[in-house]
């Protein structure tokens, strides 16, 4: 079985830019989750995914959104992008079965902003 | 609110165990884990432990729930060079949904 896959893998932008990540989940996962990791903050939690439908949402400003297409493939965006958008992005999904959270990651987008 | 702390690093020999450290605040966790990261990769999810339980085994990694402390650890057995990583514990929160990270201890293992 494939894996979680993200594209682009690296992304230089200039601030004031917009960004668009993609995430293919795992065949039969239907919750896709992102995070964002940076040496300072660690691994905050941006959203979260379940068909189609943003089921949760991390404490991010609105330039931060995303979205699920029926196929459970996600995207996120970041639009007006700041030099401390800088990070690794990862996206995870899971199957999400009774209660049971197991999340599987993808190698993550490397966004740098000048 | 949620929180996770874990030490920020561990040096260990190669061939001695390891133990990583994790306290967690949120009474309402169902499920806490444990990941591995390696540099320029995303998280492997190495092994999780269900709240209602004390112990699990995992080939060489041993998780220890104490659940009153509110405290969880990871032991590895026999540590190895390839053992080197970030290790990452989290709890997933039943009250808000959502999968609260450590901020990652850093394991170096010396030869």
């Known amino acids: 079985k494939a894996g979680v896959t993200q594209t682009p893998r690296y992304l230089i932008k200039t601030r004031g830019q917009q960004v668009t990540l993609s995430c293919s989940p795992i065949?039969?996962?239907?919750?896709v989750s992102w995070y964002q990791q940076t040496p300072g903050q660690g691994l905050q939690f941006l959203f979260e995914?379940?068909?189609?439908?943003?089921?949760n949402k991390g404490n991010f400003p609105g330039r931060f959104s995303g979205r699920q297409f029926s196929n459970s493939r996600s995207e996120m965006n970041v639009s007006t992008l700041e030099l401390g958008d800088s990070a690794l992005y990862l996206c995870?999904?899971?199957?999400?079965?009774?209660?049971?959270?197991?999340?599987?990651f993808g190698p993550g987008t490397r966004l740098t902003v000048t | 609110g949620e929180d996770v702390e874990q030490s920020l690093f561990l040096s260990v020999r190669e061939g001695d165990s390891s133990v990583i450290n994790c306290t967690y605040t949120?009474?309402?966790?169902?499920?806490l884990y444990w990941y591995k990261q390696e540099p320029g990769a995303g998280l492997q999810l190495l092994t999780y432990i269900f709240s209602n339980m004390d112990m699990k085994q995992d080939q060489r990694l041993t998780v220890l729930l104490n659940k009153k402390d509110k405290h969880l650890s990871l032991r590895i057995a026999d540590t190895q060079t390839g053992d080197s990583a970030i290790y990452f514990c989290a709890e997933f929160s039943s009250n808000t949904g959502k999968l609260i990270f450590g901020q990652g201890t850093t394991l170096q293992v010396k030869p």
């Open positions: 995914y379940f068909s189609e439908t943003q089921r």
């Open positions: 065949s039969g996962h239907r919750s």
């Open positions: 995870a999904s899971s199957l999400d079965v009774g209660g049971f959270y197991e999340q599987y």
């Open positions: 949120d009474s309402s966790s169902t499920y």
